[in-house]
């Protein structure tokens, strides 16, 4: 069964900061990884999506990597903005399911 | 075009009433996905559907949850008899197809008094 850790659970840094979230799997077949925001009393809001053969995706300021053999993901955000803050949660889609498994996710607040 | 909606955006209820949950999914999309995510806990897969079929109905809590899904397009969540721990924000989520890009919606807000 697929497990999903994310870590740190909670990040507060000053506004302006490069950032790393991190995000480890324990079953390595994976068919993707997607990293999700969720603003308090939100659905949430797709940011990336990594298909396995790949090794990472970009948007804007977000960079997204995958490193399968060793079962982890990372979300690097640089030049954090107070607008920012909220919750990210990664998702992995396991190669034998179409479920995805989710992280408890990250509570980020960037502040002024 | 649209994203996902959701309707009710918040539903209060007494604990034995029933209640329907609907997800309007993005245009086009064959998959969509029930997720139930609780104060202080993570997203809880429910269930999922391909088309008007749910190949797995595995993550349904009890026998008190029933979804569907009609045309390929509009889905419904049934809780029948609700408790008190059915409270929780109920998300739905829809992909072009299974193991695609997920989009969310804004989630109804379940209160059972």
């Known amino acids: 069964k697929q497990e999903v850790t994310q870590i740190p659970a909670a990040l507060s840094v000053p506004e302006g900061e490069n950032l790393v979230l991190n995000c480890s799997f324990t079953d390595s077949a994976i068919y993707n990884l997607q990293w999700f925001r969720q603003d308090p009393g939100k659905g949430l809001t797709s940011l990336l999506l990594?298909?396995?053969?790949?090794r990472e995706q970009t948007s804007g300021r977000l960079n997204a990597s995958l490193d399968k053999s060793s079962g982890r993901s990372t979300l690097y955000i640089a030049a954090s903005q107070p607008g920012d803050s909220a919750t990210y949660l990664c998702a992995v889609t396991s190669g034998g399911s179409y479920i995805p498994t989710f992280g408890r996710g990250t509570s980020l607040i960037v502040h002024p | 075009g649209a994203g996902v909606s959701q309707s009710p955006s918040n539903k209060v209820t007494e604990k034995g009433k029933d209640v329907e949950l609907r997800c309007d999914p993005i245009?086009?999309?064959?998959?969509l996905y029930w997720y139930r995510q609780s104060l202080g806990q993570g997203l809880e897969f429910l269930i999922y559907?391909?088309?008007?079929?749910?190949?797995?109905k595995s993550g349904l809590p009890s026998d008190r949850f029933s979804a569907e899904r009609t045309g390929g397009s509009v889905s419904t969540l049934t809780i029948q008899r609700t408790q008190q721990e059915d409270s929780a924000v109920y998300l739905c989520?829809?992909?072009?197809?299974?193991?695609?890009?997920?989009?969310f919606g804004p989630g109804t807000r379940l209160t059972v008094t």
């Open positions: 990594i298909q396995s053969s790949q």
């Open positions: 559907f391909q088309g008007n079929s749910a190949p797995d």
């Open positions: 245009s086009g999309h064959t998959a």
């Open positions: 989520a829809s992909s072009l197809e299974v193991r695609y890009e997920q989009y």
